[in-house]
């Protein structure tokens, strides 16, 4: 079935500095869609950012990201972390094949500190 | 105003008792979908559903019944409570689009003693 790792499970930034999430995924189909999800604590998880475009680089918040479909990869990158960046990151994949069912990894907390 | 509403906030339920989370949902979406949420797991999906009166199995199905009786409430139901079902659960719903937004309630935690 479709899986999704996040390799990182916890992540120490200092405010600033540049932030990178990672995620590959395994999929049998050949149109998957790829989702980051973040969660606030104390908060439910919302979408952060989306795409099913290879190549293509998309933005929301000062995040982004882009679906390379020939490394199955779909990276969260942000230039400068702030403090109000620390949350859990969750990146998630659905597809053609499974319709809207989606799967997430791990997730990754990212806290930042001053 | 929430879209998506669960109830309780907090339920503390005893081992072998029946515990049913329930879900509301304003945004006139045909997906719904019941995940728990533990650390070191993520968010794992437990049962979903495409419309009134269809529920289906998710990756960890084990233990929980759901019902779908209208397109607004969903309901996650645990007949013999377990301490290993000691979690936050999340209800979601979702457009039914092959790339939809899923909305998420508040979450649920729910401790079996």
């Known amino acids: 079935g479709d899986s999704v790792t996040q390799t990182e499970g916890l992540v120490t930034l200092t405010e600033g500095l540049p932030v990178m999430l990672n995620c590959t995924y395994q999929t049998i189909y050949s149109n998957p869609f790829l989702f980051w999800y973040v969660q606030h604590l104390n908060e439910s998880p919302r979408l952060l950012l989306k795409?099913?475009?290879?190549?293509k680089r998309t933005e929301h918040q000062g995040f982004h990201a882009t679906l390379h479909k020939s490394s199955s990869s779909f990276h969260l990158q942000k230039s400068s972390a702030q403090l109000s960046d620390s949350a859990l990151y969750y990146c998630?994949?659905?597809?053609?094949?499974?319709?809207?069912?989606?799967?997430f990894g791990k997730g990754a907390k990212l806290t930042v500190s001053p | 105003e929430a879209a998506v509403t669960q109830s309780p906030r907090n339920k503390v339920a005893v081992t072998g008792g029946k515990v049913t989370l329930s879900c509301n949902q304003t945004?006139?979406?045909?997906?719904m979908y019941w995940y728990r949420q533990d650390t070191g797991h993520g968010l794992r999906l437990i049962h979903y559903?495409?419309?009134?009166?269809?529920?289906e199995k998710g990756d960890i199905p084990d233990g929980y019944k759901a019902s779908r009786p209208s397109q607004e409430n969903f309901s996650l139901i645990l007949e013999l409570a377990t301490p290993s079902q000691t979690s936050v659960y999340f209800c979601?719903?979702?457009?039914?689009?092959?790339?939809?937004?899923?909305?998420f309630g508040s979450g649920t935690r729910l401790t079996v003693l």
């Open positions: 979601a719903s979702g457009e039914g689009l092959g790339a939809e937004t899923l909305y």
């Open positions: 998630a994949l659905s597809d053609l094949g499974t319709g809207s069912k989606l799967s």
């Open positions: 559903s495409y419309g009134a009166g269809s529920t």
């Open positions: 945004n006139n979406h045909n997906n």
């Open positions: 795409s099913f475009t290879d190549n």
